[in-house]
């Protein structure tokens, strides 16, 4: 991928994972590893630098582990069993593909070094092989994704949804939030599957669409849901695949945009990001998205190598460790994401943020 920023320094982050991050003389040092789902990716990439400055601060180092290319549990299931098999790693946080399979297979070697899950949690019936998660609270999430949708559509609509792989736990979590909060029904019981019609959305019959994290197939499959002049209200993206290189996001998706503001049947495109240029912000300011919910990557990585530290010490960790996320939204400075309502609450009083 092109890009800026993190992928360009993905070779320094390997320095600085390494011999740039050596302890002091004399210091005991202590090894993590972060195993990502795909290492060319720019969230796993400043992830991975978080986890390195306050490994560096303390002494120790944290290094960035994970498949290159196209991202695949098999493949994360490679690198996470070279990880649990090495003697130098005092703790790993991975970041969850597919849940089942990697329990039964890299995860079954697991118990001798510390695992904690970041962004990505195992699913329940497997938490048992992790000491802590770290990362969004994605049903939160997704609900807040939501929140942003009845901002812009009140009344309701028709939404699609572009996810990532099918299994990411993450990307599921976040799907079940975005139905709750839009159903009204954000308690666990009840209906959680596709919308169909309640407090007026639905979704197109072809949506979720999968398999969307690398962003010139991302920036695909939206100019296709543009292009196919579908009479859709909302599209959420769940990751920042498609503006990830701005240029390309304003030369293919803005004429489109543009044909269909003539057209009056534009729909509101969120997108779920991190850590953002000067260009991507200016795609919002320009009108060719419409709102981003922003995720603290680096802060991920931070707080992955402290529960890591923690449990390398023999202390106590929390269950869960979540970080929060802002909302930025044209013209006015980005705010912390709103708590969604509690379950109960009557869904007249859910207003958008």
């Known amino acids: 991928m092109k890009g800026s920023s993190p992928l360009r320094r993905l070779s320094a ?5 390494g011999s740039l991050l050596a302890p002091p003389a004399g210091a005991e040092a202590l090894r993590f590893a972060l195993v990502a789902k795909r290492l060319d990716q720019s969230f796993y990439a400043l992830a991975g630098e978080g986890c390195a400055e306050a490994a560096q601060a303390e002494g120790d180092t944290c290094l960035l582990l994970g498949p290159l290319g196209r991202q695949h549990f098999r493949r ?3 690198v996470l069993s070279q990880a649990l098999a090495r ?3 005092h703790g790993i946080g991975l970041a969850v593909s597919h849940s089942g399979w990697l329990a039964e297979h890299a995860l079954k070697g697991a118990g001798r070094i510390p695992l904690i899950a970041f962004n990505s949690d195992l699913a329940p019936a497997e938490q048992h092989l ?3 998660y770290v990362g969004l609270d994605n049903l939160r999430f997704g609900r807040q994704l939501a929140m942003l949708a009845q901002r812009f559509r009140p009344q309701g609509g028709k939404l699609c949804i572009l996810s990532g792989g099918i299994q990411n736990t993450n990307h599921l979590e976040r799907i079940q939030g975005i139905r709750r909060q839009l159903r009204g029904n954000p308690a666990e019981d009840g209906a959680s599957g ?6 007026g959305w639905s979704e197109a019959s072809r949506c979720p669409l999968y398999d969307n994290s690398d962003p010139a197939s991302a920036r695909l499959r939206l100019a296709t849901l543009l292009a196919a002049g579908s009479q859709l209200d909302v599209i959420v993206v769940l990751g920042i695949w498609p503006i990830y290189e701005a240029d390309e996001y304003r030369r293919q998706i803005g004429p489109l945009l543009a044909a269909l503001d003539r057209q009056g049947r ?3 495109i969120i997108v779920t990001t991190h850590e953002m240029d000067a260009a991507q912000r200016a795609l919002l300011d320009d009108g060719l998205a419409q709102a981003y ?6 802060e991920i990585g931070r707080q992955s190598y402290r529960m890591l530290k923690r449990l390398a010490q023999g202390e106590p960790v929390p269950e869960k460790v979540f970080v929060a996320s802002h909302v930025y939204l044209p013209g006015v400075p980005p705010t912390v994401a709103p708590t969604p309502p509690p379950p109960g609450v009557p869904a007249e009083t859910r207003s958008a943020p």
């Open 293 to 298: 919910l922003n995720m603290e990557s680096r």
């Open 87 to 89: 003697d130098d790693l």
């Open 194 to 199: 596709r919308l169909k019609g309640e407090n």
């Open 76 to 78: 994360q299931n490679e």
């Open 266 to 268: 534009r729909p509101a």
């Open 13 to 17: 982050a390997g320095l600085l994972c």
């Open 130 to 132: 992790r000491r802590s």
